[in-house]
């Protein structure tokens, strides 16, 4: 179990909600942190594969060096 403080504030609103819709508080709390869940695991996997795309991309083509261009010296 899982006790906190909330804001006044955001008490009133969770309050008002659950008169609104028939639910509990606890209820639009406890779909509050599963959506918020589900977000972070999302955010999560797409950094992960974003890391591992790029890492694959740099092993495909790794970034040339710098050096004297092919035209370097040519006065013609």
């Not at 406890?30 to 992960?48: F, K, N």
């Amino acid at each position: 179990m899982v006790r906190m403080n909330l804001p006044r504030e955001l008490e009133n609103e969770l309050a008002l909600l659950a008169v609104l819709t028939g639910n509990s508080i606890q209820f639009h709390i406890r779909q509050a942190i599963l959506e918020y869940l589900d977000d972070i695991e999302d955010r999560v996997a797409t950094a992960r594969w974003l890391d591992a795309a790029i890492a694959e991309e740099s092993r495909e083509n790794p970034p040339r060096q710098a050096g004297p261009s092919p035209d370097a010296g040519d006065d013609s």
